[in-house]
């Protein structure tokens, strides 16, 4: 019978992201409820010195597939290679992040096992024996209790919303061998463009300063981007910006761009439209400068500002120089 | 080149959802109904895909009767005959029976390339393209604000965070449409009228030969948590508001 909960660790460039260590500390709940056991595959070339971090986090043992084939990351490679793992130690449960990596894998994995995937959820427990995941759906608009019927039960788990807690476990280390069959991987990737900005994702970070059409003109963001260095936050934007070419479409934050959870976004001059709410109604505080007291995102909004976001921001960019200095 | 482009019909963006007082689902009187915007990016690919390489387009759809009107949309787009997948058993289905259904449908007619949008945004649970992918054993560029397709070879950009991948994939294969891709055109009004005469099939799921096979089951659909109702700032001027600000920020919510 199915048993033991099971994680895809994602990695970078030979270094595990923070999103793996969010979801083996919610795996380590989860088996903990269950009484079993939580296990990990991280996949990669010359991976295996990293794998007993993992352990820190909750996990009791890593299977690591190391092979030039998992770097950079495919679909078809590491589908591959998960779902044999998966088919061989046959966990009830398979946790992943829901980075942009992880989205593409595991929706593949759904078909590939043939089973059911809560995706981009924001809680996670056992009831019954059984996992019950919970996500927004309808933009956040509602929320959705997602039972699996199929195995694993798979959930993909929204990145900054789960806590990383350090629960030191084995971390043991088994080898296994993807043994790919090299005829079915059809993509490749050609280049990797990074960001040399330093930029911290939108998806990933703790703070974010947010402007919408309320900035005036792409100069208007100068302000916001010495508020985000002060406070080591990424700047965001509102779809009114973003179509006026004032700033690139990855910064859009709302339903047809990012859904971020930072533990604080400050929201200026965006009028707050269902649309933008939607990618931004999960962060953990919300402040908002608008001059319309009228404006819909004073409703989310935990501290609200009515004033001239030209004469506030720089103030306030100020003030928490002064508090963090 | 045989293009297909997946569409589903979604509430409108601006949609009021009500979840049905025993929390079984949405009350779904009274919404607005239009195309899922990530598949407007998808079949505006698809028509430009067309444009430049030949062929036509195929739109397939899953949902009840009134998705003929999302179809028609995308015919009225440019595309030239539709698929309507329409069975009860096939209402509010699942990630998995979709996908399968999608599949059953295209397995009958060529394929070179299959769009469909990154994720629907009304469950926006974002699976039915790698998953129809899985299911017809094809490659898949998920994601994508880029792409370029040569003969049988497509290039397409992603953006994952802080980086971007250039990803190359032989044909058929399915790429689902992210935000960024391309303009989506409007129907013009001679197109609208040329979408009534296009051929558009409608096929159960005992046509298709598949059965609604749920993997994952929405137990429960409830209201979104509440948020504690906010503070609006007092002060004499913006440096007072702003100093206010920084301090509970500092001191009651702890985050800077
Ligand atoms: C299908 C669809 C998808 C969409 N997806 C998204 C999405 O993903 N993300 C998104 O953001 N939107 C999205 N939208 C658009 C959305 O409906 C709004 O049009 C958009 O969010 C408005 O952006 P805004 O708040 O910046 O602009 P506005 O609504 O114009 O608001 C500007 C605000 O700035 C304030 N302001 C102006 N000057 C100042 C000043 N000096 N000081 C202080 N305040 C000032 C004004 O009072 C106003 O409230 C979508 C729409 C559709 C139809």
Redesign the pocket.
């Known amino acids: 019978m199915a048993k033991g909960v099971m994680i895809v660790a994602e990695q970078r460039d030979g270094a595990l992201r923070k999103v793996s260590f969010e979801v083996a500390s919610a795996a380590r709940k989860l088996a903990d409820q269950l009484g079993d056991e939580v296990s990990a595959i991280l996949l990669g070339s010359g991976v295996e010195g990293i794998a007993g971090e993992l352990g820190k986090y909750g996990v009791d043992k890593v299977y690591v597939c190391d092979d030039a084939a998992f770097e950079p990351y495919t679909t078809d490679a590491y589908a591959q290679a998960i779902t044999k793992v998966v088919k061989e130690k046959d966990p009830a449960i398979l946790l992943l992040g829901a980075s942009v990596l992880g989205k593409d894998l595991s929706s593949r994995l759904v078909g590939s096992l043939a089973t059911g995937l809560a995706s981009d959820c924001t809680d996670i427990k056992i009831e019954d024996g059984k996992m019950v995941a919970v996500r927004p759906m309808y933009a956040g608009k509602c929320y959705g209790e997602i039972v699996v019927s199929g195995s694993p039960q798979m959930a993909s788990l929204r990145p900054n919303v789960f806590a990383a807690a350090e629960n030191a476990k084995a971390g043991a280390v088994e080898k296994v061998d993807a043994a790919l069959d090299a005829s079915k991987l059809k993509t490749k990737v050609l280049e990797v463009q990074k960001d040399e900005s330093g930029k911290v994702d939108l998806t990933e970070a703790n703070i974010i300063v947010s402007g919408?059409?309320?900035m005036?003109g792409p100069e208007g963001y100068g302000i916001l981007e010495e508020l985000a260095s002060v406070l080591g936050g990424t700047v965001g934007a509102?779809?009114?910006?973003v179509d006026a070419g004032w700033r690139p479409v990855t910064d859009?934050?709302?339903?047809?761009?990012k859904t971020v959870s930072p533990n604080l976004y400050i929201a200026?001059?965006?009028?707050?439209?269902?649309?933008?709410m939607a990618?931004m109604s999960s962060s953990k505080y919300i402040v908002a400068?608008?001059?319309?007291s009228e404006?819909p995102i004073f409703t989310k909004a935990d501290y609200g500002v009515v004033?001239?976001?030209?004469a506030v921001v720089p103030e306030l960019t100020k003030e928490c120089k002064k508090l963090l200095g | 080149m045989n293009i297909v482009a997946l569409v589903k019909q979604v509430p409108d963006?601006e949609a009021q959802i009500r979840v049905k007082p025993d929390g079984s689902g949405i009350d779904d009187s009274g919404i607005k109904w239009v195309m899922n915007?990530y598949d407007e990016f998808g079949v505006e690919e698809a028509l430009k895909l067309k444009e430049k390489a030949g062929g036509d387009v195929t739109i397939v759809s899953v949902g009840p009767a009134r998705c003929v009107e999302a179809i028609r949309t995308a015919l009225a787009m440019g595309a030239d005959k539709g698929i309507h997948i329409d069975d009860p058993t096939l209402n509010n289905a699942d990630a998995y029976t979709t996908a399968n259904a999608l599949a059953a449908a295209i397995k009958g007619i060529p394929y070179d390339v299959i769009f469909c949008g990154q994720r629907a945004i009304d469950d926006d649970s974002g699976q039915v393209g790698s998953i129809l992918a899985e299911l017809l054993d094809l490659p898949q560029l998920t994601i994508i604000t880029k792409l370029d397709i040569e003969g049988t070879t497509a290039k397409a950009v992603k953006p994952i965070e802080g980086a971007q991948l250039l990803i190359e994939s032989s044909l058929p294969c399915v790429i689902t449409a992210q935000k960024g891709l391309n303009e989506p055109r409007y129907a013009s009004l001679p197109g609208v009228m040329k979408a009534k005469k296009k051929p558009l099939e409608v096929k159960d799921a005992a046509a298709l030969g598949i059965t609604a096979d749920a993997k994952a089951q929405v137990a429960k659909t409830t209201a979104p948590p509440s948020r504690p109702p906010g503070k609006i700032i007092d002060g004499a001027d913006a440096a007072e508001k702003a100093a206010q600000v920084a301090k509970l920020l500092r001191e009651e919510a702890k985050v800077i």
């Open positions: 919408g059409r309320g005036k509102s779809r009114a910006a859009q934050v709302g339903q047809t761009g200026c001059g965006i009028s707050g439209a269902l649309q933008h990618g400068i608008n001059k319309d404006a004033d001239d976001l030209f | 963006t915007p």
